[in-house]
C-alpha cells in the first residue's frame, strides 16, 4: 500500500493568515491526489482533484500543487469557516490511502 | 446534482454481518463509468477506504478487510451495498459511501455500532 503523511498533524492560524499543509506519497503517485475538508460531524467534501484543480464551487484562497511524492495545500487567506480536519488522498495506486489529517483551528 | 443517502442498522452484534446500502439520487449507478466507493471513520480517527464497485458488478476490496467485505449493486434500484461480516467492536465506525476517484460526492454517513 502507498503510505501518505501529512504536517503537520494540526496547527492554530489567525483570520487572514496564509496557511500550508503538506502530503507526502511513500512512492510516486504522479498527480493522483485530491484534498479534502472534513468539518466536525459532516462527511469529507472535496476541495482540490488531480493535486491542483479546483473543485466546482470551491473558494479561490483553496490550492494545490506538487507532483511525484511530495504535495502542498494552501489556504491563502484563513477564514472561521475554514476551520476543519484536512486531508489528502491518493488514488494511483489500489488500495486507495488517506493521510492521517491536519486539523486547522484559529488562534 | 447526484446525492447519495446511506441506511442500514446502526446497531449491530459481534460476529454478525453489518449490512449498508446506499441509494443514488440525481441520477443513476449505472451511468458516466463512475465506480462507487465505501469509506468508513473510526470515532475520533482519520479515513479508512474500504473498496468499491463498478456499475458492472466489478470490484475491488482493500486487503486490510478483503476476506469479511462483499459488495453489490442494484442498478434496478439505483443503489449499491456493502456486507461486512464477523463484524467485532473495532468494526464501529461511520460509514460513507462516495462517488468514483474523485470522491466529489459523499453520503452524509451512518454510524455503526458493534456491541451486544
Known amino acids: 500500500d502507498i503510505q501518505m503523511t501529512q504536517s503537520p498533524s494540526s496547527l492554530s492560524a489567525s483570520v487572514g493568515d496564509r496557511v500550508t499543509i503538506t502530503c507526502q506519497a511513500s512512492?510516486?503517485?504522479?498527480?493522483?491526489l485530491n484534498w479534502y475538508q472534513q468539518k466536525p460531524g459532516k462527511a469529507p467534501k472535496l476541495l482540490i482533484y488531480?493535486?491542483?484543480n479546483l473543485e466546482t464551487g470551491v473558494p479561490s484562497r483553496f490550492s494545490g500543487s506538487g507532483s511525484g511524492t511530495d504535495f502542498t495545500f494552501t489556504i491563502s487567506t484563513l477564514q472561521p469557516e475554514d476551520i476543519a480536519t484536512y486531508y489528502c488522498q491518493q488514488y494511483d495506486n489500489l488500495p486507495f490511502t488517506f493521510g492521517p489529517g491536519t486539523k486547522v483551528d484559529i488562534k | 446534482q447526484v446525492q447519495l443517502q446511506e441506511s442500514g442498522p446502526g446497531l449491530v452484534k459481534p460476529s454478525q454481518t453489518l449490512s449498508l446500502t446506499c441509494t443514488v439520487s440525481?441520477?443513476?449507478?449505472?451511468?458516466?463509468?463512475?465506480?462507487w466507493s465505501w469509506i468508513r471513520q473510526h470515532p475520533g480517527k482519520g479515513l479508512e477506504w474500504i473498496g468499491y464497485i463498478y456499475y458492472s458488478g466489478n470490484t475491488y476490496y482493500n486487503p486490510s478487510l478483503k476476506s469479511r467485505v462483499t459488495m453489490s449493486v442494484d442498478t434496478s434500484k439505483n443503489h449499491f451495498s456493502l456486507k461486512l461480516s464477523s463484524v467485532t467492536a473495532a468494526d464501529t465506525a461511520v460509514y460513507y459511501c462516495?462517488?468514483?476517484?474523485?470522491?466529489?460526492?459523499w453520503g452524509q454517513g451512518t454510524t455503526v455500532t458493534v456491541s451486544s
Open positions: 462516495a462517488r468514483d476517484y474523485r470522491m466529489d460526492v
Open positions: 488531480d493535486a491542483s
Open positions: 440525481g441520477g443513476s449507478v449505472s451511468s458516466g463509468g463512475f465506480y
Open positions: 512512492q510516486d503517485i504522479s498527480n493522483y
